[in-house]
C-alpha cells in the first residue's frame, strides 16, 4: 500500500509506503508518482518515508532503484527516504550505483523533513 501527497507550494511530493508491493503496485505507484511531479512547476522535492515497507532486500532495492528513475526524468532537486534504521540506510548507501547527489537517508522523520526545506 501507498500514499502520495504533493504540496505544490513548497515543491514537495510526500510518499508513504507500507506493507509489501507487487510489481504490479510498483508499477501503478511509479506511475501516480510521475504523475504528481508533473503537477509540480519548477524543481521536485521529494519525502519517501520508507520505514513501515516490509520486503524481500531485493524488492526494497527495486523500489529505491525506480524511485530514484522517477527522479532523474522529473528532474528531482531532493530526495529525502526515511527508512527504518541507521543500519537499513548504510547497507543502501553502499549499493551507489547512480544515487543522486541530493539523496540522503534518516531514520527520523523530522530530521529528513528539515533537510528537505531547507534552500
Sequence with gaps: MYA?????PSHIIEVDVAGDLD???LTAF??????AAAGIA??????ADLR????RPTCFAELVDRLQDVGRDAHVQR??????DAGLALALDARGGGAPAA???FACL??????LSKE
Design 4 to 8: 502520495i501527497r504533493t504540496d505544490v
Design 23 to 25: 510489481e504490479r503496485d
Design 30 to 35: 511509479c506511475a501516480d508518482l510521475r504523475a
Design 42 to 47: 519548477g524543481p521536485v522535492r521529494v519525502l
Design 52 to 55: 513501515a515497507f516490509r520486503t
Design 79 to 84: 530526495v529525502a527516504e526515511v527508512v527504518a
Design 103 to 105: 539523496l540522503r537517508r
Design 110 to 115: 523530522d530530521a529528513a523533513r528539515a533537510w
